[in-house]
């Protein structure tokens, strides 16, 4: 009874403040640039397990990397914003792609789950798709990365 009591509280304090409900994002960083991710994009965390270089016209796909019984495409985050990766540690990043599971090398910092504000968050049209825009986290301003559908216009005017 009480849990309900305080959901509608809060649903009546988010309505007046026009706020709605928050995003839930992860934070995480590559080569030291922090972005945010929606989670319904995320499929999980795991170290990294190395990659293995192949051959690929794909704009930023060229390595995979083991999974279980299979193989993931290693969609390379750094180099799309053109930085390099440090030697050391790293962990791998498992995206509910459209075109199916892809991972992404992210640094050894583990990522943390934000709440959000959609207050805080600024949808804007830029010159890069795969960007859905800007959020504030901390007092942070962090660019959002649509992880979904990451590179598929890129990929398709290539081709």
């Known amino acids: 009874m009480l849990r309900g009591q305080l959901r509608r509280q809060g649903e009546v304090t988010t309505r007046a403040t026009g706020e709605g409900r928050p995003q839930h994002m992860v934070v995480f960083s590559v080569a030291g640039k922090r972005l945010a991710a929606r989670t319904e994009e995320i499929a999980g965390v795991m170290p990294w397990p190395g990659a293995i270089e192949v051959p690929s016209e794909t704009p930023f796909v060229t390595s995979l990397v083991r999974q279980e019984k299979g193989c993931l495409p290693v969609f390379d985050l750094a180099a799309k914003f053109e930085r390099t990766m440090r030697e050391g540690e790293f962990l791998c990043l498992v995206v509910k792609h459209v075109d199916g599971p892809l991972a ?47 590179g598929v216009s890129s990929s398709r005017h290539a081709g």
Request: aromatic share 0%; hydrophobic share 45%.
């Open 104 to 150: 992404i090398c992210i640094d050894a910092e583990v990522p943390s789950l934000q709440m959000v504000p959609r207050s805080s968050m600024q949808h804007q049209i830029v010159d890069d798709p795969d960007c859905a825009g800007l959020c504030v986290v901390g007092g942070e301003q962090l660019p959002i990365i649509n992880l979904a559908t990451l």
